[in-house]
């Protein structure tokens, strides 16, 4: 069965310090990785996703996330946090080529920014 | 554009009770997923429909869990008895649905059970 492990429950950090969040996911077919966030007291939000091609993903908010299919990773990364970064960040997996896939998703690492 | 509503937001729920949460999907999609998400925990997949059919309902915890999208828009999320490990906030999401592409599948603000 597929799984997603993020390995960082809670991660600390000043304004513009460099983040790099940890996303290892189990499933050796076709995979569609995704990373979502929630803001405190929002809705789950689309950050950015990879399906295909360059495996380096840039997203909104100046995150970015590397597919590296050899480790089964998929780490988010931004050079300098803002305190307005502060949220939940889940890593998710979709298998193959249906659009229609259940999102298996990890169980989420909060960031909290020290302003 | 409108996204996805979730209603009601907030819903207290006396164990035994019988609660119905709604979802209204961003109009046009087809594919619509129920999730549940546990306090501290990632969503994880409780059903989907595309349009009216129910094609996967593997996640449902127990039959006391039912979801209907009658006319392939609007769905119900409905759960009988309620007890306290059904606490959760339930999200509901729909995306397009392509043979050409992958789409994303856009989230609602979720509907926060609380079973007493």
């Known amino acids: 069965a597929q799984s997603v492990s993020q390995h960082n429950h809670h991660v600390i950090l000043s304004e513009a310090a460099s983040l790099e969040l940890g996303c290892n996911y189990s499933y050796g077919g076709t995979v569609n990785l995704f990373w979502y966030v929630q803001y405190p007291g929002q809705h789950l939000q689309l950050l950015l996703k990879?399906?295909?091609?360059?495996?380096l993903v840039k997203g909104i908010k100046g995150f970015e996330a590397e597919f590296i299919k050899s480790k089964f990773s998929f780490n988010l990364r931004k050079p300098s946090v803002q305190w307005s970064d502060t949220a939940e960040y889940f890593c998710a997996v979709t298998s193959g080529y249906s659009s229609a896939s259940k999102i298996i998703f990890g169980s989420g690492t909060r960031l909290s920014i020290r302003p | 554009g409108a996204g996805v509503s979730q209603s009601p937001r907030y819903k207290v729920a006396k164990r035994g009770q019988d609660v119905a949460l709604r979802c209204d999907p961003i109009?046009?999609?087809?594919?619509l997923f129920w999730y549940q998400q546990a306090l501290g925990q990632g969503p994880e997949f409780l059903t989907y429909?595309?349009?009216?059919?129910?094609?996967?309902k593997s996640g449902l915890p127990s039959d006391r869990f039912f979801a209907e999208r009658p006319e392939g828009s609007v769905s119900t999320l409905k759960i009988q008895r309620t007890q306290q490990e059904d606490s959760a906030v339930y999200l509901c999401?729909?995306?397009?649905?392509?043979?050409?592409?992958?789409?994303?599948?856009?989230f609602g603000p979720g509907t926060r059970l609380l079973v007493l």
């Open positions: 109009s046009g999609h087809v594919s």
């Open positions: 999401a729909s995306s397009l649905e392509s043979t050409r592409r992958k789409e994303t599948q856009y």
């Open positions: 990879y399906f295909s091609g360059d495996p």
């Open positions: 429909f595309q349009n009216e059919a129910q094609l996967d």
